[in-house]
């Protein structure tokens, strides 16, 4: 019997010095990532390596947000320049289509809606841009959500049901809005009082006051019932019930403040942030949330084999060659060596569980992980 370092973080590869994003293809062979800068880079896996095969050059500022659509294998992407580019693959090239979005400050997130006939762009404006494609007139246009933000938009996600979006502003709040267009989304709007919350465009479903600080990522459960986000306050706030009374509790962290978060299942979240190492939650029988532990915490097992796959290969694998931290600096001891702030998951097979998902961070590096070989975790799987 082998006795192994069973790692949550499988793989990870160094692709710059610095990641503001990153994004997967829908067949996950390709992996498009901003190195700091006005360029998005793709990477494709040739021959158990990763080679940049294209450069999209259309923006004069940071890009802070990258999105692949799943269902359409379009890239949409905003920068510090107040732009948004939607790239089409046309051959051998990615031809850019400038998206009409009226901001008088940055853009700052952007997210395909899960139908991918939409988008929502946060920005410096205090502004939602809701875009979608106008066949009359062969390009991408916008609608507005004004006059609700106090400050910037950090961080949009969308509702499984294509038609709610969920916000988070430096103005500290979480916010829910219909984003229902006419011609766009099936059927008609419905009334909140009806049992459904959709709703006309722009019209807000709820506020939710639970942060006293900067608020950033947001994200829905994989039924669309609950959804969590974090505050720069050092803490996670977890909703069910959304609507006119909603079910709030949150939980503070010892460490630093957490960036993004993402559901693994209904019972499972990961938050990722300052603290370098992806922090796990989980909901007990009652529905009451807690901080379980550290990913990247270091797990002895008996085991006879090795995950590998062409895949993971080309990352370069990952056992136990991280950091060895100390007890008091726990959190900072992992595979990512700065801050993380994107948090994406991975392709599930149809009827299959999500169980891996990657990360990038101001270190350049983006990590797979997997929580396959977590045994205490798969119980919220």
């Not at 500290?172 to 809005?177: A, E, L, P, Q, S």
């Not at 709007?189 to 639970?210: H, M, N, R, T």
């Amino acid at each position: 019997m082998i006795t192994l370092i069973e790692m949550a973080a499988i793989a990870f590869h160094q692709f710059a010095d610095c990641i503001t994003c990153h994004a997967w293809s829908p067949d996950q062979s390709m992996l498009a990532l901003c190195p700091n800068n006005n360029e998005v880079h793709i990477y494709k896996l040739v021959e158990e390596s990763w080679e940049r095969i294209h450069v999209l050059q259309k923006h004069d500022q940071i890009i802070v947000g990258i999105d692949w659509s799943k269902s359409s294998n379009r890239i949409v992407t905003v920068s510090h320049d107040r732009n948004s580019y939607v790239w089409n693959e046309e051959g051998s090239l990615w031809v850019p289509t400038l998206v009409i979005l009226r901001l008088n400050r940055a853009a700052l997130c952007v997210q395909w809606s899960p139908k991918g006939n939409k988008f929502a762009v946060g920005s410096g404006a205090k502004t939602v841009c809701i875009c979608y494609y106008e066949q009359e007139n062969n390009w991408w246009v916008s609608k507005l959500i004004r006059k609700r933000h106090d400050s910037s938009v950090t961080s949009v996600a969308w509702h499984p049901n294509n038609v709610l979006i969920a916000t988070t502003s430096t103005d500290g709040k979480c916010r829910v809005f219909s984003t229902f267009i006419k011609g766009v989304d099936a059927g008609k709007p419905k009334k909140s009082g009806s049992g459904s919350l959709d709703a006309k465009f722009g019209e807000q479903i709820v506020q939710l006051d639970l942060s006293y600080c900067w608020a950033f990522g947001v994200k829905w459960s994989p039924s669309g019932n609950s959804l969590a986000y974090v505050g720069h306050n050092s803490m996670i706030y977890f909703v069910d019930q959304i609507g006119p009374s909603p079910l709030a509790q949150s939980v503070t962290l010892r460490d630093l403040p957490l960036r993004d978060v993402m559901f693994v299942s209904e019972k499972l979240v990961i938050g990722a942030g300052f603290d370098c190492n992806p922090m796990v939650f989980a909901a007990d029988g009652t529905g009451l949330w807690s901080f379980v532990r550290y990913l990247d915490e270091k797990k002895t097992t008996s085991s006879s084999g090795r995950y590998g796959s062409q895949f993971t290969e080309a990352f370069g694998k990952f056992y136990g060659s991280s950091k060895q931290g100390t007890s008091n600096d726990k959190g900072r001891a992992g595979v990512h060596d700065n801050c993380i702030t994107c948090i994406v998951p991975l392709k599930k097979s149809e009827g299959t569980k999500l169980t891996s998902f990657s990360t990038s961070g101001l270190d350049g590096k983006v990590v797979i992980w997997d929580l396959k070989s977590q045994e205490d975790l798969l119980e919220y799987l």
